[in-house]
T-cell receptor, first 115, second 116 residues
């Protein structure tokens, strides 16, 4: 069965600290895709990244980096030198090739960055 | 500007009344989706549509109905049969390309429905 677990309900950090948001997934499919979305206070989800199951290379985009490890079924997200504007709810999501474009979301992690 | 619009931002209704939430997109996307968000539960899929005049139930379709008469529009009706309708509702769309799982979804700003 498809499942995404974000065990951290809420994280608080002080500006400039690094923070890692955890994501663990379950799937029986060999072809699947993992996503991260950001939901700022305005409510609209913003797409951050997509990873397919055959590409385990880590990705870096500015202060954001993602670590995908199939051995532990994890797709963790790290923000380096956090800023107040990073405060948001972050969702990890999974789609499986056999179910097409149906996304299964984790419960989300609330990140609060204090100045 | 291309995007997804949802109206209204906030909606209040009395218990027992049906209410329709609007979702319009001008991204020329084939697929559209409705999600419900409750605190601490992430997003749950209500209904989705991959093509005009066709739609499928998601994980929590009971008490909801949809229509897809036009490619750009996917309204959601919350009926009186929905036992706990107060929630934040998000509409999304994606390029379908035969339902490919790799397509990211683009989201609207959401509608917060409160049933009094």
């Amino acid at each position: 069965a498809q499942k995404v677990t974000q065990a951290q309900t809420e994280i608080s950090v002080v500006e400039k600290e690094d923070v890692t948001l955890d994501c663990v997934y379950e799937t029986r499919d060999t072809t699947y895709y993992l996503f991260w979305y950001k939901q700022p206070p305005s409510g609209e989800l913003v797409f951050l990244i997509r990873r397919n199951s055959f590409d385990e290379q880590n990705e870096i985009s500015g202060r954001y980096s993602w670590n995908f490890q199939k051995s532990t079924s994890s797709f963790n997200f790290t923000i380096t030198a956090s800023q107040v504007v990073d405060s948001a709810v972050y969702f990890c999501a999974l789609s499986e090739a056999r179910y097409g474009n149906k996304l299964v979301f984790g419960a989300g992690t609330i990140l609060r960055v204090k100045s | 500007d291309g995007g997804i619009t949802q109206s209204p931002k906030y909606l209040f209704r009395k218990e027992g009344q049906n209410v329709t939430l609007s979702c319009e997109q001008n991204l020329n996307h084939d697929a559209m989706y409705w999600y419900r968000q409750d605190p601490g539960q992430g997003l749950r899929l209500i209904y989705y549509s991959q093509i005009v005049n066709d739609f499928q139930k998601g994980d929590i379709a009971e008490g909801y109905s949809v229509s897809r008469e036009k490619k750009e529009s996917f309204p959601l009706t919350v009926t009186s049969a929905q036992k706990n309708p107060t929630a934040f509702y998000l509409c999304a769309s994606s390029i379908d390309q035969e339902g490919a799982a790799y397509n990211e979804q683009f989201f609207g700003p959401g509608t917060r429905l409160t049933v009094l």
